[in-house]
């Protein structure tokens, strides 16, 4: 619960069940996504293990690089924090992204080049399909790998590190 881990950038952040306050595209969501200072993406951190150095985020919402550089918000306020605790590998779970928006590919260059240092990556898991064509048109997979892992719920947080982990592994060498 990222609310109870000290080390998470939503610690004792108190959630409610009953008053909903966000939305996206004028629909309620649910009061346990998290916003991270983007008026169209939200989150939660599912899982975060220090010792092995990975995390799985779950995405919702529009991913708009082009108007709110929604890449620069999530690298500044969620995952460079995250990394100065040791988290180097990150598991963007993205089938509740409704659209996908590039700009540059700076942040991404960037962000890769931070976690290469400590053999660490990004992946994408599960964009719908006008996304990931977005995504691949704008040559981001230069930096973040895109799977499909459609069963991805029902593994335990750490199957899901190591199947992905083993997939960098296969395509590295």
Known sequence: MAEEDEKSPFYGREYSEFEYSETIYNYYIHPQWDNFGSRTLFMKILFADYE???????????WNDAIENDIMTLRRNI??????????????IAENVLNFHSSDDSYYEDWLDRLSDDNGWISIINFTEQSKYDFKKARLTNYVEL?????????????????????FSKRLD
């Open 79 to 92: 995952t460079d924090m995250m990394s100065a605790d040791g988290i180097v590998k990150f598991m963007l």
């Open 52 to 62: 092995q150095r990975f995390a799985i985020i779950e995405l919702i919402g529009e």
């Open 147 to 167: 799977m499909e892992i459609p069963q991805w719920r029902t593994l335990k947080p750490e199957v899901l590190f190591g199947l992905v982990d083993r997939e």
